[in-house]
């Protein structure tokens, strides 16, 4: 309920501020269970992505949206949890096989299950290498999986940014089902997921644009947060080299016009 009372509220708003476009709504089933696997580029893709469809997206969402601290995290919480998103444990092992069986679950139930298959926010606007959960429930669940392709996003809210942009124009583009019934009852074997997930993965890359970089979106943000920080620390260095020098500088200043007067005073007497 909660779900369409936020939809009701905030689809106008968006509709006047950012004049969002869909294209290809009618490649969304009207009933039955799909899953929607899109490419992410904001947090603001948890709104433009479903504004369009008139049927409610359940989204596999990371577990920081529900465990933040203060205000921020309270009402974070309460959002994701009214508009019933599901809270998944990203670190691997059985936490994930038990992110695998909710969605699953949702798809039982006859809905649609949002996914996102980089796992994490694009840290360039680029499209990553997709994780093959998605792959597995749709084999599973032998449900078809409909590509929801986001653009312009990043531009409105990237990264690190928590007031959206004004004078920009979002879209998605739902791709046509992608039909994976020749691999049914081959969830287990390894490289069907990735044949799977990589034939998703293309499909988002045709319909976005967007550049694909074969590696995992988490492994490249890791390595730009360590270079951040090396960068960070060496101008803290540098920093505190430039006031050493700076400070032994202004001392031997002191120390020259202390020998200059002596020197006067001398040659006075």
């Given at each position: ?105 949702v798809l039982k139930r006859g809905d649609l299950l949002g ?77 069907v997921l990735r044949a799977v997930t990589d034939e998703i ?69």
């Open positions: 309920m909660f779900y369409w009372v936020v939809k009701a509220i905030l689809g106008p708003i968006i509709a006047v501020l950012w004049q969002p476009r869909a294209e290809g709504v009618e490649n969304v089933p009207r009933r039955g269970p799909a899953i929607l696997v899109g490419n992410h580029l904001s947090f603001s893709d948890h709104f433009f992505g479903p504004l369009p469809l008139p049927r409610k997206i359940t989204f596999l969402a990371k577990s920081e949206y529900f465990t933040g601290t203060g205000v921020k995290g309270l009402a974070s919480r309460a959002f994701f949890s009214g508009v019933g998103q599901i809270p998944i444990d990203r670190s691997g092992g059985k936490k994930s096989e038990a992110a695998l069986r909710t969605g699953l679950r996914i996102y298959p980089e796992g994490t926010r694009s840290p360039d606007g680029r499209l990553y290498r997709g994780r093959t959960g998605a792959a597995r429930m749709a084999l599973e669940a032998r449900a078809p999986v409909v590509p929801m392709a986001m653009i312009n996003a990043d531009k409105i809210m990237p990264p690190g940014r928590t007031v959206p942009k004004l004078g920009i124009r979002p879209k998605v583009v739902f791709g046509k089902p992608l039909d994976f019934s020749r691999y049914y009852g081959m969830e287990r074997d390894p490289r993965m293309y499909a988002l890359m045709e319909l976005s644009g967007q550049e694909y970089v074969d590696r995992y979106a988490q492994t490249v943000k890791a390595e730009l947060e360590a270079e951040a920080k090396e960068a960070r620390r060496e101008q803290a260095t540098s920093d505190k080299d430039r006031r050493r020098a700076e400070r032994a500088r202004r001392k031997e200043e002191r120390r020259a016009r202390k020998g200059g007067g002596k020197d006067q005073r001398s040659s006075e007497a």
